[in-house]
């Protein structure tokens, strides 16, 4: 089967084992509505490939993702979507890598930011390089956590966790990410992957049925217990706040802020 036609992120099938790439580590892998979109076609690509077992998702570079494009909060989506379309394109990405037939595993490294946040959750099992750099800045930027981030996370990291990560918008590194649940492994930026080779061959040489079959009712046990259903409406909630002056000018001194910084 011949791999879709994307344009930020790659797909790579070796045997059981496939890699779902996100491709602009120049701009440390920005999630912009198309490579949300091409996220999504790539986890129905490799559903219709049986035979991979196990699908890597990484970001090339020094990142694995720096999170929304935050400079185009707001503007007219290039590729024509409507303004509710594209403020959803991030919950029907995550629901579509979560969904994925295979077993997720995130490869996380550098930063990992608000939605690199998302996607990572949306995983079945996250490995994070010891240097990596955690954050959700929605809230400074004036905007909820939308994409079914809340439920995700309440789902790894409990309700107390949740609201004070996503409330302050504070930076927490690997080792705290362990310790909180977000992350199953924190290993060396040298050995990140190998450690992660080792996991998905060690998952792939499993039988296909049990291994699916784990992942499906975990799932279905834990998306009735957090609501991840009720995350449809998060769309309205982020252009709501897109739409509020309070919200914007919280926008303005965080890119400001951020400009600064850099």
């Known amino acids: 089967m011949d791999a879709p036609d994307l344009t930020t992120v790659a797909v790579e099938v070796d045997g059981p084992i496939g890699r779902l790439w996100l491709d602009r580590p ?32 990484g970001g090339r570079g020094r990142a694995f993702s720096a999170g929304a494009d935050v400079a ?28 994925m037939e295979a077993v997720t595993i995130a490869r996380i490294q550098g930063h990992c930011v608000g939605g690199g946040v998302v996607l990572a959750s949306a995983c079945d099992l ?12 929605e809230v400074d930027l004036g905007i909820p956590l939308a994409w079914g981030g809340i439920p995700r996370l309440v789902r790894e990291v409990g309700p107390a966790v949740t609201k004070e990560l996503v409330m302050t918008c504070r930076a927490f ?33 499993k039988a296909a049925f049990p291994l699916r079959a784990t992942k499906r009712h975990v799932d279905a046990v834990t998306s009735a217990a957090v609501g991840r259903d009720r995350s449809w409406s998060d769309a309205d909630s982020l252009l709501t706040a897109l739409r509020d002056p309070a919200c914007r000018e919280a926008a303005a001194r965080y890119l400001e802020g951020l400009n600064r910084r850099r």
Request: aromatic share 4%.
């Open 26 to 57: 120049q701009k440390l892998n920005p999630l912009s509505t198309t490579t949300l979109e091409e996220l999504a076609t790539a986890a129905r690509w490799f559903d219709r490939r049986p035979e991979v077992l196990v699908v890597v998702v």
């Open 173 to 205: 590194d690997a080792g705290e990410a362990q310790r909180f649940g977000l992350v199953n492994r924190v290993v060396d930026m040298s050995t990140l992957d190998a450690e992660v080779d080792a996991l998905a061959r060690q998952l792939a040489g």
């Open 126 to 137: 996250r490995v994070a390089a010891a240097g990596t750099r955690f954050s959700i800045p």
């Open 72 to 99: 185009s909060f707001g503007s007219p989506d290039p590729g024509g979507a409507s303004p509710r379309e594209a403020a959803d394109a991030g919950r029907r990405m995550a629901d579509a890598i979560e969904a």
